[in-house]
């Protein structure tokens, strides 16, 4: 069965400086992996996705994520935070053998600081 | 151009009440689901629809019921509310399966008494 790890429910980091919200998945084969992003009262908005391909995936707002297939990985990564980037984040996975459901991981919540 | 939207936006029912969810796309996508979503625990799919007339099961389908009336409409039914169901509801929809990425709702807050 697939699933999703995030690594740390609640992340802080100050402007300006490098964010990095952890994602590790299971799956028996080649994943499609996702990062979305909420912010308060709205729905969830793609940042980026893996499919297949470069394993460095650059999305909207600055941030990006690697494939690493070998660590089972796909850390989103932003080098210098904005106070706009507060906000929910939540990985998920897909795979041919899941058909249609995507596993989203329980979120990290990220608080900028001033 | 509206995506996913979702009626109402906020609902408060009694414990064994009954209601359903609308959710509506307009991107002409052949795949829609209903998530929920509790503190800590994510979203979590109760159905989806494959395609237009077919329906399956997710991770927590008891005490829903849902129809894809059409290929724009996914509704969801609870027939009789408990306080277990209080969550937020997301509808979503795909252009297929897979490795499509989805398009989300901003959700309904159901509060049951």
């Known amino acids: 069965a697939q699933s999703v790890t995030q690594l740390g429910s609640h992340v802080s980091v100050s402007e300006g400086a490098l964010v990095l919200l952890r994602c590790n998945y299971s799956?028996?084969?080649?994943?499609?992996l996702f990062w979305y992003v909420q912010y308060p009262n709205q729905g969830l908005q793609l940042l980026l996705k893996?499919?297949?391909?470069?394993?460095l995936v650059k999305g909207i707002n600055g941030f990006e994520a690697e494939f690493k297939k070998s660590e089972t990985s796909f850390h989103l990564t932003k080098p210098s935070a904005h106070m706009s980037d507060a906000a929910e984040y939540f990985c998920a996975v897909s795979d041919d053998n899941t058909g249609n459901q995507f596993y989203f991981g329980t979120g990290t919540s990220l608080t900028v600081i001033p | 151009n509206a995506g996913v939207t979702q009626t109402p936006k906020f609902q408060v029912l009694k414990t064994g009440q009954s209601m359903t969810l609308q959710c509506a796309q307009d991107?002409?996508?052949?795949?829609m689901y209903w998530y929920r979503q509790d503190p800590g625990m994510g979203l979590r799919l109760i159905y989806y629809?494959?395609?237009?007339?077919?329906?399956d099961k997710g991770e927590v389908p008891n005490g829903y019921n849902v129809s894809r009336l059409n290929k724009r409409e996914f509704s969801l039914r609870l027939e009789s509310a408990a306080p277990s169901q209080t969550s937020v509801y997301f509808c979503?929809?795909?252009?297929?399966?897979?490795?499509?990425?989805?398009?989300f709702g901003p959700g309904t807050r159901l509060t049951v008494t």
């Open positions: 799956s028996s084969v080649p994943p499609y």
């Open positions: 893996y499919t297949t391909g470069a394993t």
């Open positions: 991107m002409n996508h052949n795949s």
């Open positions: 629809s494959a395609s237009e007339g077919t329906t």
């Open positions: 979503a929809s795909s252009e297929a399966i897979g490795s499509y990425e989805q398009y």
